[in-house]
């Protein structure tokens, strides 16, 4: 549960990375640094769910509901103290849907596991199924949504924006992949893209929406000073 947590907290962490990639008045739920009128910082299942309200995704209520029990499950396993429990809509949302998850999660019981988590108890290998996978569809929801917003050509410069950010020497690298230009250069952007995960296979590119090799190269096929005035990154 803890591992899911942190991979939703650094799920929202890269969005806030990726240039032009979401709204702006976002930034600081997206980094983790936005905080309630009272001070305290958002939790990780308030930013998510902050994030889905801002974009109207198509993330249930009671997909939403699954991320705070689990949220709130593994606080009571790592605060010791912890004692705040759902609130009185999670709980009815979970409760009203019990035909959801036994139709989309193999039968899960999600009654029997609000009782596990009512009696203090700690969740079974089915609960655990159910809590990570509906987050797992949360997320993939989301991350769909913020890139069909997006125009093909736009989406490839924040991917290779994004690439050459997380560089220890971006300007290195900009000068190895943009060296001979045009289709060769594209080509190994194209190939770290792929070491990366952000890519399809298959001759496309991106995830959504998608880009024939030729309309890729078309955006990124250029040469180093063309890459250096695009990206921002001054050539060594």
């Not at 739920?29 to 910082?41: D, F, N």
Request: a positive charge; aromatic letters at 6%; proline letters at 4%.
């Amino acid at each position: 549960m803890t591992s899911m947590l942190d991979g939703v907290d650094q799920y929202m962490k890269v969005l806030g990375q990726m240039p032009r990639l979401t709204d702006p008045s976002l930034a600081s739920v997206l980094k983790g640094t936005a905080r309630t009128p009272a001070g305290a910082r958002l939790t990780i299942f308030a930013r998510f769910a902050t994030v889905v309200a801002h974009y109207s995704c198509a993330v249930g209520p009671e997909q939403l509901a699954t991320i705070e029990l689990l949220a709130t499950w593994r606080n009571q396993f790592v605060h010791g103290g912890y004692r705040h429990s759902l609130g009185s809509h999670t709980r009815s949302t979970l409760e009203r849907a019990g035909a959801y998850f036994r139709n989309s999660q193999g039968g899960a019981d999600i009654a029997a596991a609000l009782a596990r988590f009512d009696a203090r108890q700690g969740p079974t290998l089915a609960d655990l199924v159910t809590l990570i996978t509906t987050c797992q569809v949360a997320v993939a929801t989301v991350d769909e949504h913020l890139l069909h917003l997006q125009a093909p050509a736009d989406l490839a410069v924040a991917n290779v924006e994004f690439a050459l950010a997380q560089n220890v020497d971006p300007s290195a690298l900009l000068e190895r992949l943009f060296v001979q230009g045009g289709r060769r250069s594209s080509g190994a952007v194209l190939a770290l893209l792929h070491r990366m995960g952000v890519v399809k296979t298959q001759g496309y590119v991106g995830s959504a929406p998608s880009m024939t090799r030729p309309a890729f190269d078309g955006v990124i096929g250029m040469g180093r000073n063309a890459a250096s005035a695009l990206f921002g990154i001054a050539r060594p």
